[in-house]
């Protein structure tokens, strides 16, 4: 079954920029997304078709693709922001989420 | 406003059957695929389903294949989740979503999640 593999976790100090990336077989070829949720909350979409923000989403947040690892860029990171994030990614069939990756702003 | 509101979760035994409803209000539900995602206690997420917004066609996760079914009701703006044979490790949170469009092209990210419905097997 196709996965998606992220780092279990980033510490960025506030105002700083915390990058998280998610890697997959020919993830190239697909668009990735990437959500955010906070602790007993439901998933917040933040970037969509690799590098496009939803409307809500704060201009700091973004996407970008190379080769076959997809980044989520969060620049001036806030206290805010302290959350796990999730990439996904449509294999044509089935959606895949990634590990996760819990990021701490210390 | 979009809204999705899940119902139906709740304590069953191994081997039991639940069926996880979710009501959707303030879009017109028959125009958008439904996706059903879980979360098991103090993990990720996990895609479980997904139908076409005719209810023509759906795809599960290999995990719940044969053993889940997803449907919708237009006319009632609902969608379903029948979960027969349940495990212990099916325990988790049930999300209903729907994808996210900007104008009138729709991505595959889930822009619309409802608040969630617990599923506990147990004994």
């Known amino acids: 079954s196709y996965e998606l593999t992220q780092p279990p976790s980033v510490s960025v100090s506030p105002g700083q920029t915390a990058s998280i990336t998610c890697s997959g077989d020919?993830?190239?070829?697909?668009?990735a997304c990437w959500y955010q949720q906070k602790p007993g909350q439901s998933p917040v979409l933040v970037i969509y078709q690799d590098r496009k923000r939803p409307s809500g989403i704060p201009e700091r947040f973004s996407g970008s693709k190379s080769g076959n690892t997809a980044t989520l860029t969060i620049s001036g990171t806030q206290a805010m922001d302290e959350a796990d994030y999730y990439c996904?990614?449509?294999?044509?069939?089935?959606?895949?989420f990634g590990t996760g990756t819990k990021v701490t702003v210390l | 406003e979009v809204q999705l509101v899940e119902s139906g979760g709740g304590l069953v035994q191994p081997g039991g059957s639940l069926r996880l409803s979710c009501a959707a209000s303030?879009?017109?539900?028959?125009?958008?695929?439904m996706h059903w995602v879980r979360q098991a206690p103090g993990k990720g997420l996990v895609w479980v389903s997904l139908i076409y917004s005719d209810g023509s066609g759906s795809t599960y996760a290999d995990s719940v294949k044969g053993r889940f079914t997803i449907s919708r009701d237009n006319a009632k703006n609902t969608l379903y989740l029948q979960m027969n044979g349940l495990r212990a490790e099916d325990t988790a949170v049930y999300y209903c979503?729907?994808?996210?469009?900007?104008?009138?092209?729709?991505?595959?990210?889930?822009?619309?999640w409802g608040q969630g419905t617990l599923v506990t097997v147990s004994s």
């Open positions: 996904q990614a449509w294999d044509g069939s089935t959606f895949v």
């Open positions: 303030g879009f017109t539900f028959s125009n958008y695929w």
């Open positions: 979503a729907r994808v996210y469009c900007d104008g009138t092209r729709c991505s595959s990210g889930l822009g619309y």
């Open positions: 020919k993830l190239g070829d697909k668009y």
